[in-house]
Structure formats: C-alpha cells, structure tokens
C-alpha cells in the first residue's frame, strides 16, 4: 500500500471516529464567508485566557468594561482565522457549555463587530434575549426572526445535548434552519 493510499485509510478512519466537535469544527469551516464567534465569558471566565493566547481579534460587547470586569455582561466577539487552531480550541471550551454562537459574514472583524454591537442596542446588560446564548439565538430565529441577518449571511448553534449544529440563514426572506448531526 502506497503512502498516500496509506494516509487516505488514516484519515477516512480518523472521520470516522471524529466526535461531535470534531464534526461541528468541520461543519463551521465550510462555511463561506469569514467565521466569528460570540462567546460568552460569564459561563467561563477562564475564556479570557483562552482567547487571548489565540492571537485572534476579540473584542467585548460592553466596551465599557475591562475584559477582567464583564460580569453578567460578558459577551466578546472573536474572528475565527481559517487555519488557526483558535475554532477547535473554542470548540473544546465551549461545546456543550452553550458558551458561543458562531456567524458567518463577509464583512472584516470591525464591520462585524459592529453588526453585534448594533444588535446588542447601547446596554447589553438590559438587552432580551441575550442572543449569544445558544438556547436564546436558536428561539429568535426559530420564531422566525429575520432582522438577525443584517450583514450576516449565516447564524450556527449547538443543540442542547450538543449532538447537532443547526445553521440559520436567510431564503426568499424567510429564516431557513438546517440542522447538521454530529455523530
């Protein structure tokens, strides 16, 4: 067996026992467009750390706020560099946590990050839902909510068990969920 044949074999084997992270990194790469993250830093405050050993731009959504000081206002957003390891570490210390919601945009980290600022109005602490909770994005856009989608061509989030990805995007003006399993 050739080298590359051999290679092959390893990888298709190393897919198939990927887990759902695995699968979910996966999933978000193929995304078109450039991949950020909003992570909330409330569930974990340890994420600070995490997300400044990526080297990737980050910022806090209450720019009011040391990043050391964001209490119940902690969200941050993240660009995701195809590439890098900063998704699959994100994915690491997140998944199931319902942490971090991911979107996809074709527009640079500052038009971005303004995009979620805009949407999270001038006091995030006050703001209903607190989209970038996973269970909150996924009810809004459920319920059909298309105004998500200004400068954003994607939303992704985590099932509760953690076993699906469910990607919302917009079709004709309607918001369109597919749901990715992850096992």
Same mark, same amino acid.
């Given at each position: 067996?050739?080298?590359?044949?051999?290679?092959?074999?390893?990888?298709?084997?190393?897919?198939?026992?990927?887990? &759902?992270?695995?699968?979910?990194?996966? @999933? /978000? !790469?193929? *995304?078109?467009?450039? #991949?950020? =993250?909003? +992570?909330?830093? $409330?569930?974990?405050?340890?994420?600070?750390?995490?997300?400044?050993?990526?080297?990737?731009?980050?910022?806090?959504?209450?720019?009011?706020?040391?990043?050391?000081?964001?209490?119940?206002?902690?969200?941050?957003?993240?660009?995701?560099? &195809?590439?890098?390891?900063?998704?699959? @570490? /994100? !994915?690491? *210390?997140?998944?199931? #946590?319902? =942490?971090? +919601?991911?979107? $996809?945009?074709?527009?640079?980290?500052?038009?971005?990050?303004?995009?979620?600022?805009?949407?999270?109005?001038?006091?995030?602490?006050?703001?209903?839902?607190?989209?970038?909770?996973?269970?909150?994005?996924?009810?809004?856009?459920?319920?059909?909510?298309?105004?998500?989608?200004?400068?954003?061509?994607?939303?992704?989030?985590?099932?509760?068990?953690?076993?699906?990805?469910?990607?919302?995007?917009?079709?004709?003006?309607?918001?369109?969920?597919?749901?990715?399993?992850?096992?």
């Amino acid at each position: 067996m050739s080298d590359d044949a051999r290679a092959g074999l390893q990888g298709l084997l190393g897919w198939h026992k990927a887990g &759902p992270r695995d699968l979910a990194r996966l @999933t /978000l !790469l193929a *995304e078109p467009g450039a #991949l950020y =993250a909003v +992570v909330d830093l $409330a569930r974990d405050p340890e994420l600070a750390e995490v997300l400044a050993a990526t080297g990737e731009a980050y910022c806090a959504v209450d720019e009011t706020r040391e990043l050391d000081d964001l209490g119940a206002t902690a969200p941050v957003v993240v660009a995701v560099t &195809p590439g890098a390891d900063t998704l699959a @570490t /994100l !994915l690491d *210390e997140t998944w199931g #946590l319902g =942490a971090a +919601v991911f979107f $996809a945009s074709d527009e640079p980290f500052p038009a971005a990050y303004r995009r979620v600022l805009l949407r999270a109005g001038v006091d995030p602490e006050r703001t209903a839902p607190r989209f970038w909770s996973p269970a909150a994005l996924r009810e809004a856009l459920d319920g059909g909510d298309a105004s998500f989608f200004d400068g954003v061509s994607a939303w992704m989030v985590e099932s509760p068990d953690g076993r699906t990805l469910t990607r919302y995007s917009l079709v004709d003006g309607r918001v369109a969920r597919e749901d990715h399993a992850l096992s």
